[in-house]
């Protein structure tokens, strides 16, 4: 059961995102509030779901092992989660499905950095280009699922053909995608490979 936390300061969102997450069999909403200090509590939440773009800016009050999932479609606000001393983080816009929320808090619990494509590619493009020489070299290194997608993608596989070999849905494969991507510093399938080949992460 992965415990849950919601922040956002519209009444009527966080009933929205309770009903929504509730109706999942392995998640739990164990606080939700409109400011960090409304949600902090004894009960420590895993993953916590916020929609409020300015609170980003508080969470260096957290004590590092939350990870946080921001619901926007503000890239600047995004941006600001690179900074955060979080677990980990994702980002998803107002418009994503169920599947993808319950998929991408999954991600999260597991460690993975998540986020819809377009805002992805946002942040990925701002941060600055780090010459890497080995994968041992990498601040985040990759997992060993992420390797396994990276080994696919190198194969020339598609993402319906990855998510059955690991048996594991596309949205999940999308996330392994989008945290390997932001762990390699790189926006595409072409510029992975290329730097899987040349940190020698990849063998063909």
């Known amino acids: 059961m992965i415990r849950v936390a919601i922040l956002s300061p519209n009444p009527l969102t966080r009933i929205g995102l309770r009903e929504l997450l509730s109706s999942s069999p392995d998640l739990e909403v164990i606080n939700e509030g409109s400011t960090l200090e409304e949600i902090s509590g004894d009960q420590e939440a895993e993953v916590l779901v916020m929609t409020s773009a300015p609170a980003v800016y508080g969470l260096g009050e957290l004590d590092g092992g939350q990870a946080v999932l921001l619901i926007t479609d503000d890239p600047e606000a ?53 010459e890497l020489t080995s994968g041992e070299n990498l601040p985040d290194p990759l997992t060993a699922r992420e390797n396994e997608v990276l080994q696919m993608i190198a194969l020339g596989l598609a993402n319906k053909q990855i998510a059955a070999r690991l048996s594991i849905s596309e949205h999940t494969v999308k996330f ?29």
Not at 106 to 124: F, K, T, W
Not at 177 to 198: C, D, F, I, Q, W
């Open 78 to 130: 995004a941006r600001s989660l690179m900074g955060a001393r979080l677990k980990t983080w994702g980002v998803l816009t107002p418009s994503a499905a169920r599947e993808e929320l319950n998929s991408a808090i999954h991600a999260l619990a597991e460690g993975l950095i998540v986020g819809s494509p377009q805002l992805m590619d946002s942040l990925i493009e701002s941060k600055p280009r780090v």
């Open 176 to 204: 392994h995608l989008s945290s390997l991507y932001a762990k390699l510093n790189v926006s595409s399938r072409t510029e992975a490979v290329r730097a899987g080949l040349g940190l020698g992460l990849i063998s063909l």
